[in-house]
């Protein structure tokens, strides 16, 4: 069985798309970021980090329980667990190369390109004009990529699709104010929606909906989310 350690947001968004995809059992457990649940001793002995998501496998390798957490390792150790969604063992270079550059470039920096644009202080116009040219950057490398491609890796839908799916979710807060966030990158708007228009997708979309996750952004919220803006005790 796995456990899911998620909040309704990007990165956990993946892992709950790939679970539904292979039909793997696992147990949903909500944890509010909103509320600062993610700092709490029992999920900090889950992640470290302090983030979501992240899972324990009660059947890991050998037997012995597991814990994954960051969702391309998730999305890695899942897709070996399985063998589903790896593509061809000749394309993994290929495909652990893009997994990092969505990790590392795309996801990052569209996440900075929201803080900046929708939670930052007024002002920062440096920061917003920096985070958000640099992820359309990820996005224009990808869409370049993808030019005669029906998938980010092979001829198969595979775990890369799945990474970029669930930032590529966001476009229309990585790109505020555009009618069509995706319409200056159509190998990427075409590769969105295919993958969106997947029936695991809106499955995955109908995790946590009953979980009445904090929806107001507070000073609470925001010392939860942001801790490091805000002094520690000494």
Do not use: C
């Not at 700092?39 to 979501?52: C, D, E, I, L």
């Not at 391309?72 to 394309?91: F, N």
Request: without cysteine; aromatic residues 10%; glycine residues 8%.
């Amino acid at each position: 069985m796995i456990r899911f350690y998620f909040h309704p947001t990007p990165n956990p968004a993946k892992v709950a798309l790939f679970l539904e995809e292979v039909g793997l059992p696992y147990e949903a457990i909500p944890v509010d970021t909103s509320k600062g649940e993610q700092h709490t001793p029992a999920f900090r002995a889950v992640n470290p980090n302090g983030k979501v998501p992240a899972i324990v496998d009660t059947e890991g390798l050998g037997g012995k329980e597991a814990r994954v957490f960051d969702s391309t390792a998730i999305l890695i150790y899942l897709a070996e667990k399985t063998g589903k969604l790896l593509g061809k063992l000749e394309d993994r270079p290929e495909l652990l190369s893009w997994l990092l550059f969505i990790a590392s470039g795309l996801g990052p920096f569209s996440g900075q390109a929201v803080h900046f644009q929708f939670a930052a202080p007024d002002g920062l116009d440096y920061a917003v004009n920096r985070y958000r040219r640099e992820a359309e950057r990820h996005y224009q490398v990808l869409n370049d990529h993808l030019e005669g491609r029906e998938f980010i890796v092979g001829a198969t839908y595979t775990i890369a699709d799945i990474s970029a799916w669930g930032w590529l979710d966001r476009a229309s807060r990585v790109r505020k104010g555009e009618a069509d966030p995706l319409a200056a990158f159509p190998n990427l708007k075409r590769l969105f929606e295919a993958v969106d228009a997947r029936p695991a997708v809106a499955r995955a979309r109908a995790v946590g909906k009953d979980h009445p996750f904090k929806k107001v952004s507070d000073e609470e919220t925001k010392r939860a989310l942001f801790p490091s803006n805000y002094p520690t005790a000494s």
